[in-house]
């Protein structure tokens, strides 16, 4: 069961940053930013929450999609801009949980430029079909930016610690085909193959039986509890408590938005 904390204000339909649609049993959620490669602003997770919970709830729907609108990008992770302006401290950010608790099979249909958010969604869908273009990647701490909790760890789980070490920790771009060796990746095709590919693997998730299906979701959620619990706040308020106030972040995001690259020296 999908639990998640309803936004400061209501969510009104038709979606701004997001689309919403259904169609033979299958709900597809497209990120639809793609001036800014579907980069996600507070308002876009909102939507993007308020749609899960809205296929979760849907009788009709048996496979969710989650995508990004373009050729170029999934998700390039949160907008830069909103994170420079108002920072991850006041973020909410349920979404991958979501994902998680959500009783329907994910799959991510990747579509060029997972990075950042972008990344951690794709990794956190149980099932990532890719184009051979898609490009796959962090970028928090390059910009200053602090994930942590859950949604790093996990990764742990995907990759091995190794790998999901050195995924975070360079900030490195990987290709398709190295996150398909990594084990990140169920399968890449060409672009003009993808939907038909995404197509045949919901039509393989919609023939199980949907209570099983929910079965083994919960057990998957019950192998990641332990790591679950982690929110980000709480380990950046134990490991870096005052974080937001030291101006380290601003210079990451400052940097970016400048190309320029971040001085850091100051923070260390």
Not at 4 to 22: F, G, M, N, Q, S
Not at 145 to 158: E, F, K, L, R, T
Not at 200 to 223: F, G, Y
Request: charged share 25%; aromatic share 8%; hydrophobic share 40%.
């Amino acid at each position: 069961m999908i639990t998640r904390k309803e936004p400061p204000y209501p969510i009104a339909l038709p979606y701004t940053d997001i689309i919403y649609d259904v169609s033979d049993r299958i709900a597809t959620i497209t990120i639809n930013r793609p001036k800014t490669l579907n980069a996600m602003t507070q308002h876009t997770i909102y939507e993007l929450e308020h749609a899960f919970d809205a296929a979760e709830k849907d009788r009709n729907v048996g496979v969710i999609v989650l995508t990004g609108s373009g050729e170029r990008a999934f998700c390039s992770g949160g907008d830069v801009n909103w994170e420079h302006d108002e920072g991850s401290e006041r973020e909410h950010y349920d979404l991958n949980r979501i994902v998680v608790d959500c009783s329907k099979a994910v799959i991510a249909r990747v579509n060029g430029y997972a990075i950042g958010g972008g990344n951690h969604l794709a990794y956190f869908c149980d099932i990532t079909i890719a184009a051979e273009h898609a490009i796959f990647g962090q970028n928090g701490p390059r910009i200053g930016s602090p994930a942590g909790g859950y949604m790093v760890s996990h990764s742990a789980n995907i990759l091995g610690h190794k790998r999901a070490r050195e995924m975070w920790l360079l900030c490195r771009r990987y290709t398709a085909a190295q996150m398909l060796d990594w084990g990140m990746v169920n399968a890449v095709v060409p672009l003009k193959d993808l939907d038909a590919e995404v197509r045949k693997w919901a039509d393989e998730l919609l023939a199980i039986s949907p209570t099983c299906m929910k079965i083994v979701k919960a057990s998957m959620r019950n192998h990641m509890d332990h790591v679950m619990e982690t929110e980000m706040l709480d380990i950046v308020a134990r490991v870096a408590p005052g974080y937001f106030q030291t101006g380290e972040q601003k210079e990451g995001t400052g940097a970016f938005l400048e190309k320029r690259k971040p001085n850091f020296d100051p923070f260390r």
